[in-house]
């Protein structure tokens, strides 16, 4: 399980939000690599992943990126705490 924590303003950046301006959040990439890439070897997602985080300019640690590489790779869930800060 991962852990962030997000700026409550800034949680259209990690979730998808269809009131949101934002773009791509990183939920939608990261759905979109689980379905793309499942089976394949998890070093060849993590730097999907990581490019993904840093569109959504969000700082997940580089376990946090293998781990849910590993998940995408065997298809397991992937469990996210996300804190939320700011007021």
Same mark, same amino acid.
């Given at each position: 399980?991962?852990? =962030?924590?997000?700026? /409550?303003?800034?949680? *259209? $950046?990690?979730? %998808?939000d &269809?009131?949101s301006?934002?773009?791509?959040?990183? +939920? +939608? %990439?990261?759905?979109?690599l689980? #379905?793309?890439?499942?089976?394949?070897? !998890?070093? &060849? =997602? #993590?730097?999907l992943?990581?490019? %993904? !985080?840093?569109?959504?300019?969000?700082?997940f640690?580089a &376990? *946090?990126? %293998?781990? +849910?590489?590993?998940a =995408?790779?065997?298809?397991?869930?992937?469990?996210? $705490? =996300?804190?939320? &800060?700011? /007021?």
């Open positions: 399980m991962g852990e =962030i924590s997000v700026d /409550r303003r800034h949680l *259209d $950046r990690l979730l %998808a &269809t009131a301006a934002f773009g791509h959040p990183y +939920q +939608q %990439a990261f759905a979109e689980a #379905v793309s890439y499942r089976g394949r070897p !998890a070093a &060849t =997602i #993590v730097p992943l990581r490019a %993904a !985080a840093e569109r959504a300019l969000l700082g640690t &376990t *946090d990126l %293998a781990d +849910q590489a590993e =995408i790779s065997s298809g397991a869930p992937y469990e996210l $705490r =996300i804190r939320v &800060t700011g /007021r």
